[in-house]
């Protein structure tokens, strides 16, 4: 199941601070979180490594997968997909973070599939970084992402 949910102000602590804010949405409890930022508004990438740090602050383990995306890439320029601070982005993610990494085009369907692939891969064997899910029995084989 793939749920998307409007930017949060603040990712939920434990589960009493998810049920009590009363919209409960499963945050917690999912095997994958795929952090999208505009690649023409790097302040949006702000927010997903805030995101990130919250939900990494919030478990004391890691049996999830985190992969960001760069949507947008049709609306940038040659130059600006090309520039150090993109190229930075990628850097931090993939060797820093250790999370999988998209540039995409949502508008034209440009490498949508290879978003999917990577939270696939990582999600098939626990985690990008070869955790392994805690799943209990009656949700064995099936998966949650959001």
């Not at 383990?61 to 601070?85: C, L, M, P």
């Not at 949508?112 to 064995?140: H, P, W, Y």
Request: proline content about 3%; charged content about 25%.
């Amino acid at each position: 199941m793939v749920i998307d949910v409007p930017p949060q102000k603040r990712f939920p602590a434990d589960n009493f601070a998810e049920w009590n804010n009363g919209h409960p949405l499963g945050l917690r409890t999912v095997h994958a979180y795929v952090l999208v930022f505009d690649m023409g508004n790097l302040e949006t990438f702000r927010y997903c490594r805030s995101m990130r740090d919250q939900i990494l602050d919030s478990f004391c383990h890691r049996d999830f997968s985190i992969i960001v995306v760069g949507n947008k890439y049709d609306t940038i320029s040659e130059t600006q997909a090309n520039s150090q601070e993109l190229k930075d982005i990628s850097t931090l993610v993939r060797k820093h973070w250790r999370c999988g990494y998209v540039e995409c085009s949502a508008q034209y369907n440009y490498k949508i599939g290879d978003v999917f692939r990577e939270l696939m891969g990582c999600t098939s064997t626990g985690s990008a970084i070869g955790t392994d899910f805690s799943q209990s029995n009656r949700n064995k084989g099936r998966c949650t992402i959001l």
